[in-house]
């Protein structure tokens, strides 16, 4: 048994392990999703997929690592991590085993409730409050107005992640232009996904939430208009909430390192790249 780095021989066995894993999503998904981690930048000393479990030849556990750089930080996205149920009792030598890197903040976006305990026990602590749903009765606030996000409008605005936002929108995010406190012009994106399969909601990946809240009802009116009735917007750790459904324990994000990204940037996370 041992973990090691994904390979480019990996590739064509991965979609079906990793369907197995994560059911509801189907093996031309992932081959998606590990198309957009083979076209990233490598980041130095950071896998390019991910590390699997190899038990002799044989593919049994897997997770993929989205790393990037900002500034003179790393952070690791860490995602879409299953092990077969004979071998989980390895699972947290391979958490341990991903987390080698120095100098690195780990993230993680989406542990679910039997993941938390380890991830907690490796240190990461919450970043996130959980998640402020909004639905269609936003659409009747008043506010200010959002207009679409076009490729003139951000080289415009002159916004300093203008590049980044560009990069993300290429794989698949959408985009509005909104403005903040001060006036000035404020990208916010976010990333169509399904409720039980059906119902789309909108998963906000950048945008603080205070900004996304006072635009909340040009945001719900942009998003019907488009067919989409829910929208999930990152909270703070224990702020109120003064509309929406406040869900306290969904898609709480964890963190382990010394950096930080702001609340409500998940540019360049499972979230943004392949519409998790």
């Not at 981690?37 to 593919?59: N, T």
Request: net charge positive; aromatic share 8%.
């Amino acid at each position: 048994m041992k973990f090691r780095e994904i390979t480019a021989a990996d590739l064509p066995t991965l979609p079906a392990l990793l369907s197995e894993g994560f059911p509801s999503t189907s093996p031309g998904f992932w081959t998606k999703a590990l198309d957009v981690l083979s076209r990233r930048p490598p980041v130095d000393g950071m896998p390019r997929y991910g590390i699997v479990m190899d038990d002799g030849g044989d593919l049994c556990g897997v997770m993929l690592m989205v790393a990037q750089r900002r500034g003179a930080a790393t952070f690791c996205n860490l995602s879409s991590w299953y092990v077969r149920p004979a071998h989980r009792g390895y699972a947290p030598f391979m958490f341990g085993h991903a987390l080698k890197a120095e100098d690195v903040t780990f993230l993680d976006c989406s542990p679910t409730p039997d993941v938390v305990p380890i991830v907690e026990k490796h240190g990461f602590e919450p970043y996130s409050g959980g998640s402020l749903m909004l639905d269609a009765r936003a659409a009747v606030r008043r506010g200010p107005k959002v207009a679409r996000l076009t490729a003139q409008a951000l080289e415009e605005c002159r916004h300093p992640e203008a590049a980044r936002i560009a990069e993300n929108i290429r794989y698949g995010c959408r985009g509005m232009l909104a403005h903040d406190a001060d006036g000035a012009p404020v990208p916010i994106l976010y990333r169509v996904a399904r409720v039980k399969r059906h119902i789309p909601v909108a998963r906000f990946v950048y945008g603080a939430p205070e900004t996304i809240l006072a635009h909340a009802g040009a945001i719900a009116r942009h998003l019907i208009a488009r067919g989409v009735p829910l929208a999930l917007v990152d909270w703070p750790v224990g702020a109120e909430a003064p509309t929406g459904r406040m869900l306290p324990d969904y898609g709480v994000r964890y963190k382990r390192g010394a950096d930080t990204l702001p609340l409500g940037d998940l540019l360049d996370t499972e979230y943004a790249l392949f519409g998790i």
